[in-house]
C-alpha cells in the first residue's frame, strides 16, 4: 500500500521562491482545469468536490501557492493518473500557503523526466472554497494532456461528494478527512470509460427540499445554476468552459425522503423538470441524461420514474437502485450509514452498463475501481 502523507508548508517556510526555474499562474494554458472556477488575476477559485488540475513538467519538484477559506484535503497523483489510489494527501488551509506536491524523494528512483501530476479535491465545498494562485517548479512546465474524448457530468448529494467513504465504519462519525470524492461511484464510472468529469454535489440537498427540512431552501436545483456552491451571484453557463459532457447523470431524492412526510409530488416534479430543463439548456435537447431513482423508498423511485416518463424532454432515462439489497451494513458502509469504497463500486457497477448503451461507448474489459 502506498504510504499516505500530508504536507503544507507556510509561504515564508519554503525554500526561496528565487530556486524555482518556472512559475506560471493557475490559469495558464499549458494547464488543464476540470471544474467551475472564477478567475481572478490568473488563480482560480473554486469549491466543488472532484474539482482537479492536470500539471505536466519536467524536474524533481512541484509546489502550488494557494488560499482556503476553511480546510480542504486534495489528492496528488504523480505519474499515475488512473490509479484509485493517489500518491499523496494533502492538506491546504491559510492564505497564500505554498503546499508542495512533489519532492525530489517521490521521483529519485523514477527514469521518466516528463511527470504528469493530477491534483482533485476530495472535500466539499462545506469544507472550505479553495483559490489556487500558481505552479512552481525546479524545471519546466509542458502542456498537459487537454480534456478527454469522453466527459460526463454528475449532479448529486453526499453520495457524489464521497461523504463518510474512507471511515472503517458505519458507525463512526463523519469527519472531512473520511471524505473522499476520488473513491465515489462518480470517479469509478469515470476510470472505467476514460472519461473526464465534473461533480455538481452537496450533501444532505434535494430536489425540492433538503435533508430533514421541509423547506425549498438552497436545493440541487438551485446550486446547479453556480458556481460557486450556494453562492448565487456567480452564476453558470456551459459556455465559459470548454468541457462539454456526453452524458449528465443525477442521482438525487434521497434526502428529499428523509423526513416523515413525503414530498408533495407536484412540488418534486416542478423541481426535477427546472433541473432537467437547466441540464438541456446548458448542452441541448439531444443531450443523454440519466437519472438514477435510487429504491431507499418505493415512492422515491416511483417519483423519479414517473417524471422521466412523463417530462416530454428528448433522450433522459432512468434506472432503478437498490440500496438495501446492494449494500452489505458490514462491508459497505462508511460514515453515517453512507456507501464507502466497496459500496461506492456497487453503485458504480449498476450505472456503467446503462451508460454504456445509452452512449454506445459499450464495456470495456477492465476492472470497476
Known amino acids: 500500500m502506498k504510504k499516505i502523507i500530508f ?3 507556510s509561504l515564508i517556510a519554503l525554500l526561496p521562491l528565487r530556486l524555482m526555474a518556472e512559475t506560471i499562474p493557475a490559469t495558464d494554458s499549458r494547464l488543464t482545469f476540470v471544474g467551475r472556477a472564477l478567475k481572478s488575476d490568473g488563480a482560480l477559485t ?3 468536490p472532484a474539482t ?3 500539471v505536466a513538467f519536467t524536474g524533481k ?6 488560499s482556503d477559506s476553511k480546510r480542504d484535503f486534495f489528492a496528488v497523483w504523480i505519474d499515475s493518473p488512473t490509479s484509485a489510489e493517489p500518491t499523496h494527501i494533502v492538506e491546504v488551509k491559510g492564505n497564500d500557503t505554498i503546499i508542495p506536491l512533489i519532492v525530489p524523494e517521490d521521483v529519485k528512483k523514477s527514469k521518466i523526466k516528463e511527470h504528469l501530476v493530477v491534483i482533485q479535491k476530495r472535500t466539499e465545498a462545506g469544507c472550505g472554497k479553495t483559490t489556487v494562485h500558481e505552479f512552481m517548479t525546479d524545471g519546466r512546465f509542458l502542456q498537459a494532456p487537454a480534456f478527454k474524448e469522453r466527459q460526463i457530468e454528475f449532479i448529486g448529494d453526499s453520495y457524489t461528494c464521497g461523504y463518510g467513504v474512507d471511515a472503517p465504519s458505519r458507525r463512526d462519525p463523519f469527519t472531512d478527512e473520511t471524505e ?5 461511484y462518480a470517479s469509478i464510472v469515470s476510470r472505467y470509460f476514460d472519461a473526464d468529469y465534473m461533480a455538481i454535489a452537496h450533501s444532505g440537498r434535494g430536489i425540492c427540499r433538503n435533508a430533514g427540512s421541509n423547506i425549498p431552501w438552497e436545493v440541487m436545483t438551485d446550486i446547479y445554476q453556480y458556481t460557486i456552491d ?3 451571484t456567480t452564476r453558470w453557463s456551459a459556455d465559459q468552459s470548454a468541457f462539454r459532457p456526453d452524458i449528465t447523470v443525477i442521482y438525487l431524492g434521497t434526502n428529499d425522503f428523509s423526513s416523515y412526510m413525503m414530498p408533495d409530488f407536484n412540488k418534486f416534479r416542478k423541481g426535477y423538470l427546472r433541473l432537467l430543463s437547466y441540464v438541456k439548456n446548458n448542452y441541448g435537447e439531444d443531450h443523454p441524461v440519466l437519472c438514477v431513482a435510487s429504491r431507499t423508498s418505493d415512492y422515491q423511485f416511483m417519483y423519479i420514474r414517473d417524471v ?15 440500496p438495501a439489497q446492494h449494500h452489505s451494513t458490514d462491508e459497505d458502509l462508511g460514515a453515517g450509514w453512507h456507501p464507502n469504497y466497496n459500496g461506492q463500486q456497487k453503485i458504480a457497477y449498476s450505472i456503467i452498463p446503462y451508460i454504456a448503451t445509452i452512449t ?7 476492472p470497476v475501481k
Open 7 to 9: 504536507l503544507a508548508l
Open 46 to 48: 473554486f469549491d466543488f
Open 52 to 54: 482537479y488540475f492536470r
Open 61 to 66: 519538484s512541484l509546489s502550488m501557492r494557494v
Open 180 to 184: 473522499n470524492a476520488s473513491r465515489t
Open 230 to 232: 450556494r453562492d448565487s
Open 308 to 322: 422521466v416518463n412523463n417530462c416530454g424532454l428528448k433522450n433522459v432515462h432512468y434506472l432503478g437502485y437498490f
Open 360 to 366: 454506445g461507448w459499450g464495456l470495456q474489459d477492465m
